[in-house]
C-alpha cells in the first residue's frame, strides 16, 4: 500500500510500498488535490493498482470542497427556480 503522510498545508507526501518517495498530491489556486509526479519522472511505469489507490486518495481529499461546490450550486439553481 502507498503511504500518504502531510507534510504542510494542502501538500501530501507519497510513498510507494518500496518506501521510495514518489510524488505528492498538492492544493492548488481552484482548491482541489492533484497529483504530482516527482520532475524529473525517474520513468518506469505505474500500473492500475498504484494509480488507483493515488486516485481514491485525490477522491478522499477533494470529497469536502466538492460537496461545498455541489451545496452552492444546488442552492443557486433552487434560487433561480423560484425567482422565475
Keep these: 500500500m502507498f503511504e500518504f503522510k502531510k507534510y504542510s498545508l494542502g501538500c501530501w507526501q507519497v510513498t510507494a510500498p518500496n518506501g521510495v518517495p514518489c510524488g505528492e498530491l498538492i492544493c492548488k489556486e481552484d482548491g482541489f488535490y492533484d497529483w504530482w509526479p516527482p520532475m524529473p519522472s525517474r520513468g518506469g511505469f505505474w500500473s492500475q493498482t498504484d494509480l ?29 427556480k423560484v425567482e422565475s
Design 52 to 80: 488507483k489507490q493515488i486516485a481514491d486518495k485525490l477522491f478522499e481529499l477533494n470529497a469536502p470542497y466538492q460537496a461545498e461546490l455541489d451545496a452552492y450550486f444546488s442552492k443557486q439553481e433552487l434560487d433561480e
